[in-house]
């Protein structure tokens, strides 16, 4: 992610040799996202991440790296938190907290076809299943209870149409949310943030094969449809109009119930929810677009890509066909 606390390789080093991973050869930042400091970790036992949590604690930390444990231990290909000789998860590095995990192989598909989306909705599944056992809880914190917190902060960086906009979909997601449709989606532990950079493929045996998912640290516990939402107005949008791929979205939703069948309750609120993932990625674009932090290495994304993914699932709902 960016770079916001720069990390000399002598502390670096003398936590990789602390978690028995061997000595540090190799120390480079990692580019892209904006939440929290990261770096590529290169040892002679392996390849390792860094990651320094900026806006996280030590009380929040321990949901996070112990639910990646868990799903880990039950074949769900995520990054393995190190410990530490007395079993701790969360370290410190530059004052910070901070974790090291194991570096998933392969690379991203940012152009993904129908059989990477497939691959997606299958895992996604097996792993909301996976995490139906993990017994802590930690609420979703860029939920609902974020966005009412944040819209009131990003309302007058916008223009009178997109502050009606934001504002009327806020209060349809709170009354969702308070309805008894809503109330009784089937919840869980969600990755919360599963777009196409957080994901890796690998080609090198055969045809292309999903071998991770990473970054969970916006992961809690809330609806699995919001997951299925936020990877379908990701994997399965145009990256420039934001209108839904229909043959994309029916490969998704099709390998991601071959898995785990939908109830009725969640088919017919999965509209609702499209648009509520699309809600929440332009409150946080608009967020750090318009508030940013200071950073070594930083690039804000553009949040009119998910103004227009909002309008569009308002105009055109979507149900996957059944």
Not at 78 to 95: F, M, S
Not at 128 to 134: E, K, Q, R
Not at 278 to 296: E, G, N, Q, T, V
Request: net charge negative.
């Amino acid at each position: 992610m960016a770079v916001y606390t720069e990390v000399g390789f002598a502390e670096a080093d003398a936590l990789c040799q602390q978690l028995g991973l061997g000595p540090l050869t190799e120390l480079r930042g990692i580019q892209s996202g904006i939440e929290n400091t990261n770096y590529y970790a290169t040892t002679v036992k392996g390849q390792w991440v860094l990651t320094l949590f900026e806006r996280l604690d030590d009380t929040q930390l321990p949901y996070y790296l112990k639910l990646m444990q868990h799903l880990a231990e039950r074949g769900i290909p995520v990054p393995a938190p190190q410990p530490a000789p007395d079993g701790r998860l969360v370290h410190r590095v530059g004052g910070k907290p901070a974790s090291v995990v194991t570096r998933l192989p392969g690379s991203h598909r940012l152009r993904p076809e129908a059989p990477h989306c497939a691959q997606v909705g299958a895992m996604l599944a097996r792993m909301h299943l996976a995490g139906a056992s993990f017994q802590m809880q930690q609420p979703h914190l860029r939920g609902l209870a974020w966005w009412v917190e944040t819209v009131p902060v990003v309302l007058p960086h916008l223009q009178p149409a997109q502050a009606k906009l934001i504002t009327e979909e806020l209060a349809y997601q709170q009354a969702l949310a308070a309805s008894p449709a809503g109330l009784a989606l089937p919840t869980g532990p969600i990755h919360a943030d599963l777009f196409r950079d957080n994901v890796m493929f690998d080609d090198t045996a055969g045809p292309d094969a999903l071998c991770g998912f990473f970054d969970f640290y916006f992961a809690g516990t809330d609806t699995w449809l919001f997951d299925i939402a936020v990877c379908l107005n990701d994997w399965c949008s145009d990256l420039h109009s934001g209108e839904l791929d229909e043959p994309r979205a029916t490969a998704f939703m099709r390998a991601y119930e071959a898995e785990r069948e939908l109830t009725h309750g969640e088919v017919r609120a999965l509209p609702a929810l499209l648009r509520a993932a699309a809600l929440r990625f332009w409150i946080s674009r608009l967020w750090d677009w318009h508030l940013p932090r200071a950073a070594a290495m930083l690039s804000p994304k553009d949040p009119s890509f998910f103004e227009r993914v909002l309008q569009h699932r308002i105009q055109r709902p979507w149900h996957p066909p059944r």
